[in-house]
């Protein structure tokens, strides 16, 4: 990987975030085995019981508000601030990226932190930890129900943000995947094609995942210390430079 440092892009799920507290969707303690998605995360949800899904993100909001950009979020905005990294592309929602330094970071999935109105379509920044109050937040333009900015089950990822994470990608000659079960599409799809193009894709995740197969390497433990270990090979690197 070594003539490769540089041209890495780095694709994130909730496993990053784990170590942070905030839990992961899918295995043992995941949200989807404690939740339905089909009553939290859908358009259908939200216009049934709006008061239940914002209760539930403001739960999950609180829990990220209090948490701290894990060890592997840290490195990934180090190797980018060193040009070692081209940039992150995340199904996650939580900010922590961003939280931890990283500047190139596209959010497949939105983000928790915005809301958009159901009337008018316009969209606010909340600001990292600032969780609405009301049960129901309401458009300050129009009075709409305001809504999490994310990607809910049904809906379509924002054709701008796969297309830049698609022209990241394509700069890339390697695909650092970090904890993702790459069981969600169509984001999914970027690793899979970079590999037929050729690419390299690395995965990083203590457990056997959707994408295992296609990687040419795959690093088995929980992404602090993996990230940590490659940090350290860089750092021996560079001194011999
Ligand atoms: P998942 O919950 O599907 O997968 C989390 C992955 O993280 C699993 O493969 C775990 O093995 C791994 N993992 C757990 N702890 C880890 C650690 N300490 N270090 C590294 N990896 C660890 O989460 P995603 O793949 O992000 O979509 O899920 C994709 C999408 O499905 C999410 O963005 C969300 C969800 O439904 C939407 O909300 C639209």
Redesign the pocket.
């Given at each position: 990987m070594r003539e490769n440092w540089g041209r890495v892009v780095a694709f994130?799920?909730?496993?990053?975030s784990?170590?942070a507290g905030i839990?992961?969707?899918?295995?043992e303690n995941?949200?989807?085995r404690r939740y339905r998605?089909e009553e939290l995360?859908t358009p259908q949800a939200f216009r049934r019981d709006p008061r239940r899904v914002w209760s539930w993100y403001r739960w999950r909001m609180s829990l990220i508000a209090g948490a701290e950009p894990?060890r592997?979020h840290r490195i990934l905005a180090e190797w980018e601030r060193k040009g070692l990294l081209l940039g992150v592309v995340?199904?996650?929602?939580d900010g922590l990226h961003q939280r931890a330094g990283s500047r190139r970071v596209i959010e497949?999935?939105?983000s928790i932190w915005r809301v958009r109105c159901t009337k008018c379509g316009s969209r606010f920044d909340l600001g990292f930890g600032n969780v609405p109050e009301e049960e129901l937040p309401r458009c300050a333009l129009c009075g709409g129900l305001l809504r999490p900015d994310?990607?809910?089950?049904g809906?379509q990822?924002s054709t701008d943000s796969f297309l830049e994470a698609q022209e990241l990608f394509s700069r890339a000659e390697v695909v650092l995947s970090?904890?993702?079960?790459?069981?969600?599409m169509p984001?999914?799809m970027l690793p899979i094609d970079a590999v037929e193009r050729g690419k390299i894709l690395v995965e990083?995740?203590?457990?056997?995942?959707n994408l295992s197969s296609l990687a040419a390497v795959r690093l088995r433990?929980?992404?602090?210390?993996?990230l940590g270990e490659l940090a350290s090979l860089v750092e021996e690197d560079s001194s011999w430079r």
């Open positions: 994130t799920g909730a496993g990053i784990a170590e839990p992961t969707f899918r295995g995941g949200l989807w998605p995360a894990t592997a995340t199904q996650n929602v497949l999935h939105g994310v990607v809910w089950f809906e990822v970090i904890g993702t079960s790459g069981a969600v984001a999914s990083v995740n203590p457990e056997e995942t433990g929980p992404s602090g210390r993996i």
